[in-house]
């Protein structure tokens, strides 16, 4: 049975043909791949993007979604092995996968890391625990990776740019009034150096590192594809020449859960909001953010009203990519069943 945990499962071109129904199913292709079939949709987090576009793609399937919010609507969950359950938590993940599976054909999941302990939060434990006890496919609707996500941004990237390989993208790090989740940064490297694209990220401070993981994932992947990836923290040398842009903020880890301690290097990032003067240093690049976005604190707005930003597209794929992503679980589902 084939989950949908992170990108880093999915061979590239098993991604691609991901990618390629995507683009039919934008183009009106219909499908009934859910028909018959249910998938709940568990959010511990809030949505606008995620919810909707999983909600209505499910329907436009076939097939029915039910939205579970964790925080209000569940009992609260507990997901350690071997835990005395004496604290607030009334369930346990272990039941709640059981259960579930037994109403329905997938469960899709919205976890983030509590930013207390990335030692432990880097082992993605809930939707781990999820996977383990369940009998029907998990799906990752963003805990420290964020796959659909990923996928919506290449499609964009492929519909703007056409063939990616070899063109320089940049993840730049962005000001926010607080520490952010790394998963989407996670998710941008992860993609973008998987389908052949040279990769820069552009940090106010080398303490803005990735985890090691992906990091890592990122160089294998372009040393495999003869591509560069480079750490960068001179602004000017790491918008020049670039064909693509992405803006994300994320805390930086050696600062996680004692977040007070990062002001000093938050401060060396006040001036990284992305606007007109560094994107002329671009190769005329285009621009993306996974959305939601501060106005004028991360991207200025002349920049997000410009046609070379691709958020509403990306965020409009999203419906698409996971529509077909479902298919192809549906598929390997019917094949082994
Ligand atoms: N980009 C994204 O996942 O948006 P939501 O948080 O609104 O779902």
């Not at 369940?134 to 996500?149: D, F, G, L, R």
């Not at 909001?273 to 190769?283: F, H, I, S």
Request: charged letters at 25%.
């Amino acid at each position: 049975m084939r989950h949908f945990l992170t990108t880093e499962d999915w061979e590239q071109d098993e991604l691609q043909s991901i990618l390629d129904r995507a683009k039919a199913l934008k183009a009106g292709a219909s499908s009934s791949a859910l028909a018959g079939k249910s998938v709940a949709l568990v959010f511990f987090n809030p949505s606008l993007r995620t919810r909707t576009s999983f909600d209505i793609g499910i329907a436009q399937l076939g097939g029915q979604g039910v939205v579970l919010d964790a925080r209000a609507g569940t009992w609260p969950m507990e997901f350690e092995d071997g835990v005395v359950m004496n604290g607030d938590a009334e369930e346990h993940v272990v039941e709640a996968a059981r259960v579930l599976s037994r109403y329905v054909d997938m469960i899709a999941i919205r976890c983030f890391p509590k930013f207390e302990n990335w030692q432990t939060e880097r082992e993605d434990p809930l939707i781990s625990t999820f996977a383990r006890h369940a009998s029907v496919p998990i799906v990752n609707m963003e805990t420290i990776v964020h796959p659909c996500q990923e996928l919506a941004m290449m499609m964009a990237l492929q519909e703007q740019h056409g063939r990616v390989e070899n063109k320089t993208f940049l993840l730049t790090w962005v000001p926010h009034p607080k520490p952010l989740n790394t998963a989407v940064a996670n998710s941008a490297i992860l993609m973008a150096s998987k389908f052949g694209m040279n990769v820069r990220m552009l940090v106010p401070d080398e303490v803005y590192r990735l985890d090691e993981r992906y990091m890592a994932a990122a160089q294998a992947s372009c040393q495999a594809h003869g591509t560069s990836f480079d750490l960068m923290t001179d602004v000017e040398a790491a918008y020049s020449g670039v064909d693509a842009v992405y803006a994300k903020s994320w805390g930086a880890l050696p600062f996680y859960g004692q977040w007070a301690d990062e002001a000093p290097y938050r401060a060396k990032g006040r001036d990284f909001m992305v606007d007109d003067a560094k994107m002329a240093l671009t190769n005329a690049a285009t621009i993306s953010h996974c959305l939601p976005m501060r106005r004028n604190v991360k991207i200025a707005d002349s920049v997000v009203d410009s046609p070379a930003f691709l958020g509403i597209e990306e965020a409009e794929n999203r419906l698409h990519v996971q529509k077909a992503m479902l298919e192809a679980l549906a598929r390997d589902m019917d094949t082994h069943s």
